[in-house]
């Protein structure tokens, strides 16, 4: 049993600093220096393992084989729906159905502005809630690519989009999580971060259309984009305040894109904006000559996305996981490390074995409901069985160095996690006194940055903030709330996101561009979440919260 030390330098500040160096390595690698993203992944791994080993004195078989479980992890289940999710996109685009799904979306509306609000913010919000681990963004950014978005756009976009759902995540996971670990009560939970994240539900669409068009252009549409964030926000205050976290994004989105459809029937833009603003021709698309399809036609453009929301929203719900897992499940104990890490005080409230048990549930993960629902939408398409397998495996050769990325990225995060280095952020972050509930917050944007999950986030840091807002006389709901609310500003900036957004878009080696465009909406917005939770602990009582 190895328990790990949160100050192995005696001094808080220099603890921090040190930790801290796998996170600049990879992130200066990627967004300073445009290292490609597979090459800055291993050089961010080998600066984690050397942080663990000799500054954190993690053993090396241990260091070795959090590195190898969080490789693993970055394949299954991440890696897994990346893959699968870019051979739909690859079938339906090589039969053109993309040019019909631009036009049909068009039919709505053919306002740039108006196409992006649709896809990424209230149609991402559906995946996410249905699926999260990367599937919005992958799915969001190759629509718009596939709209005639440039790939910066396609993916920055759909990053900065993907953040008011992300806290209740895949049916409630990231707060589920976090009431076990907090012990907490989860409908407590969920009623605050509902409260928390309405307003940022609201405020999301303008900023996304603000960083995509500039302020001007978005107020020339603020009618509906004031519809799709409200039609959002509500049922996601009604739902999670009275019912809780499970069915939150799928209501609230589906609401969402029905009452924006529905406002556009009977409301255009004076001056429609056609174009995407400042795209080099280089960076479009080439497009067919505009033609009128027939319901027909659009029915078939359509149909792989409604096969694949059918079995994305079927395979996140417990009953058919529990079913599938009821087939065949493996639990493999990762040798070297389960149950021989002990989290250590004040992280936890007494001494705890972390467990490190790699679950291959083949069957229940999300990426194998999106490969049958590729194989059924390839099959409806015409491709043949021998066509389908050899556009797989030209699938699995474009992503390649994505599956690569994401297994490093994944790798440094458990190493960072076994090690105790990330607990070393945290409790830096949470010696703030009167001014920890805006730091509080901060410290889940920095868990989701680093681990790319807010369930990770919360499972992570959730007991830390329940500890810390107890000793500083401030209602633990509210910060591990704040935890899982701040840590959606951060999903942005991971890199694990930003590969599956430069994936997506077939822009693999750009990640530094796509890092740089969203880090200032990420920063910003997580201060703005942090300043609402001050609010809720000093200006008013959170008592009157309470549902």
Not at 41 to 55: M, P, Q, R, Y
Not at 526 to 536: C, D, I, N, R
């Amino acid at each position: 049993m190895w328990s790990q030390v949160y100050d192995p330098f005696g001094n808080m500040l220099v603890s921090a600093s040190v930790a801290v160096i796998p996170v600049v390595v990879l992130l200066a690698s990627i967004g300073l220096f445009e290292v490609r993203a597979h090459i800055a992944a291993l050089l961010g791994l080998t600066a984690a393992l050397l942080v663990a080993i000799f500054a954190y004195g993690m053993p090396v078989q241990m260091a070795g084989m959090a590195a190898v479980y969080g490789a693993a992890f970055g394949f299954l289940p991440i890696g897994w729906i990346i893959l699968n999710v870019i051979f739909l996109y690859r079938l339906a685009n090589e039969k053109g159905e993309f040019d019909v799904l631009q036009k049909s979306i068009g039919a709505i509306s053919n306002d740039r502005r108006l196409q992006l609000l649709f896809v990424a913010f209230s149609f991402g919000a559906f995946f996410e809630g249905a699926a999260g681990f990367g599937t919005p963004v992958a799915v969001t950014a190759a629509m718009l690519i596939g709209l005639g978005f440039p790939p910066l756009a396609a993916s920055g976009l759909s990053l900065i989009a993907n953040t008011a759902p992300v806290a209740f995540g895949a049916l409630g996971t990231p707060l589920v999580a976090l009431a076990a670990v907090t012990g907490l009560d989860l409908y407590e939970l969920s009623a605050t971060v509902g409260r928390q994240l309405a307003p940022f539900a609201i405020i999301v669409p303008f900023w996304l259309l603000w960083a995509f068009v500039g302020f001007r252009k978005m107020i020339e549409v603020w009618p509906p984009v004031l519809v799709a964030g409200v039609s959002f926000a509500i049922p996601q205050y009604l739902v999670s305040n009275f019912h809780g976290p499970w069915l939150v994004n799928v209501v609230a989105s589906v609401v969402s894109m029905a009452a924006l459809a529905l406002f556009l029937r009977v409301w255009s833009p004076a001056v429609p904006m056609t174009e995407v603003p400042n795209a080099s021709v280089s960076d479009m698309p080439t497009k067919s000559p505009a033609t009128s399809h027939s319901s027909a036609v659009v029915l078939r453009a359509w149909t792989p996305w409604i096969i694949l929301a059918v079995f994305v929203f079927l395979w996140g719900t417990p009953q058919v996981r529990a079913a599938l897992d009821g087939l065949w499940i493996q639990k493999i104990p990762v040798g070297g490390l389960h149950e021989l890490v002990q989290k250590m005080p004040p992280v936890v409230a007494s001494p705890r074995a972390e467990a490190a048990i790699f679950n291959v549930n083949l069957l229940s993960a999300t990426g194998t409901g999106i490969l049958l629902s590729g194989i059924i939408s390839g099959l409806f398409l015409g491709y043949s069985v021998p066509e389908l397998l050899r556009m797989y495996a030209k699938t699995i050769y474009v992503v390649r160095y994505s599956l690569l990325t994401i297994s490093c990225m994944m790798a440094i995060g458990f190493i960072t996690r076994y090690s105790g280095s990330d607990a070393t952020l945290g409790l830096m972050l949470a010696q703030t006194g009167w001014a920890y509930p805006f730091f509080g917050t901060l410290i889940g944007w920095l868990g989701v940055a680093l681990t790319g999950s807010d369930t990770s986030s919360n499972v992570l840091f959730g007991g830390l903030q329940r500890i810390t807002a107890e000793q500083l006389g401030i209602n633990p709901v509210l910060m591990a709330a704040a935890n899982s609310a701040g840590g959606v500003m951060g999903k942005m900036i991971d890199a694990q996101s930003i590969v599956v957004a430069s994936t997506a878009t077939k822009w693999y080696g750009h990640e530094g561009q796509i890092l740089r465009f969203v880090f200032f909406h990420s920063l910003a917005l997580a201060t703005l979440v942090g300043l609402l939770v001050m609010g809720q602990a000093y200006l008013w009582p959170f008592k009157l919260l309470a549902p």
